[in-house]
């Protein structure tokens, strides 16, 4: 049997190229695995403490982020309620993005920035990174809250026999009563039977139109808002507080503000009139209680947030002022049945 030279001509070439492959895989598969595991989320902020109503730079650093579609930042909704957003800019290079937040602190008691979510879009897929938490101290605003009291006053000496002051008291105040009642007696004319009044029915208010008639008072009563910053705001937050508690019926002027947006977050309202309703409230909450005191374009700004709300609530809520308009109507008409069969027994 013979073999013809040509069949074992490649295995000279083939033999160095397989050996290179295998000597190179690690190294390929190291790479891929960089390029895969790149991605990284750095978060800090400027202040060791923080105090309510403070204002501090939350700065994240997201690394290996380009070869995605989009990226998804955190907003206000992935805050929590403690944290307000003032501001948040983008600042992109080769390496990765640098997210810069303006927060302003509004907890009593907190520990740290929560951990945070970043969204990672391609195509029809999103990876969520996750970015750390930071840590800070919480330092009250309350200057000696261990202060010792004032001492108290010595106990004055009331005299041991009282009662006959007591008894003496009774006695002139049933006189008093006695000549009270005669005189009022002589006074009291002989009743003559009247006539029972018409029942009165009481025309519907729009708690839409009652808001922006407030919200035209407000602005017009308060030229220059920020002299009288906690008399505006509080006037603003209640405004839109009296209107959430007569169109959505539920108690907003004597709940928090965490209690109202949780209301209206269960009724379904639109994200839209919850997040501008969440920055007015935060912000009326900030002037009363954080001592945050704002400037002229802070009060104009907060007034163009509430122009914007009630453009929204007037678009959204018109089925439900039309259901309450059509239940005062049915109350009236009730009212009207149960005098007329009064009337008639």
């Known amino acids: 049997m013979s073999f013809s030279p040509m069949s074992f001509s490649p295995l000279p070439i083939r033999l160095p190229v397989l050996l290179m492959l295998w000597a190179l895989g690690p190294v390929f598969l190291w790479m891929g695995a960089g390029v895969v595991l790149a991605q990284e989320a750095v978060s800090a902020i400027d202040r060791d403490t923080l105090q309510t109503g403070d204002r501090f730079t939350y700065q994240v650093r997201l ?19 403690d944290f307000l957003i003032r501001s948040r800019q983008v600042e992109r290079d080769q390496r ?34 996750a970015i750390p938490e930071v840590p ?13 009291m004032r001492p108290l006053k010595p106990i004055f000496p009331f005299f041991r026999s009282w009662w ?18 005669r005189y009022r007696q002589k006074l009291i004319p002989e009743s003559k039977p009247v006539a029972k009044p018409a029942v009165r029915l009481e025309p519907f208010r729009n708690p839409l139109d009652d808001l922006r008639r407030e919200l035209d008072r ?18 603003l937050g209640d405004a839109f507080r009296s ?21 209206l977050k269960s009724n379904r309202t639109d994200e839209e009139i919850v997040a501008l309703a969440s920055r007015i409230l935060q912000e009326a909450d900030l002037v009363k209680f954080a001592k945050y005191e704002p400037n002229e374009a802070d009060c104009s700004n907060v007034m163009n947030i509430a122009r ?29 049945s149960v005098d007329t069969d009064y009337d008639l027994g």
Not at 96 to 115: A, K, M, R
Not at 116 to 127: E, F, S
Not at 218 to 235: D, M, N, S, V
């Open 63 to 81: 690394t290996g982020v380009q070869g995605f579609d989009a990226v998804v930042y955190p907003d206000s909704a992935d805050f929590a309620p």
């Open 164 to 181: 006959p002051f007591l008894l003496l008291g009774l006695v002139l105040a049933a006189i008093a009563a006695w000549l009270m009642y």
């Open 308 to 336: 914007s709300l009630f453009n929204c609530i007037a678009e959204n809520d018109r089925y439900r002022i039309a259901v309450l308009r059509k239940k005062h109507e049915e109350d009236q008409k009730e009212k009207v």
């Open 218 to 235: 407000i602005q017009y009563a308060y030229g220059e808002p920020h002299r009288l910053p906690k008399q505006f705001y509080t006037e």
């Open 96 to 129: 990765g993005d640098t997210l810069i937040y303006h927060l302003v602190y509004f907890g009593v008691d907190g520990e740290e920035v929560p951990e945070l979510q970043a969204g990672l879009v391609r195509g029809a897929d999103t990876l969520q990174l």
């Open 136 to 148: 800070f101290g919480y330092r009250s605003r309350v200057d000696d809250p261990d202060a010792d």
């Open 243 to 263: 209107y959430f508690e007569r169109a959505y019926r539920f108690p907003a002027l004597e709940s928090t503000t965490w209690e109202v947006i949780r209301e």
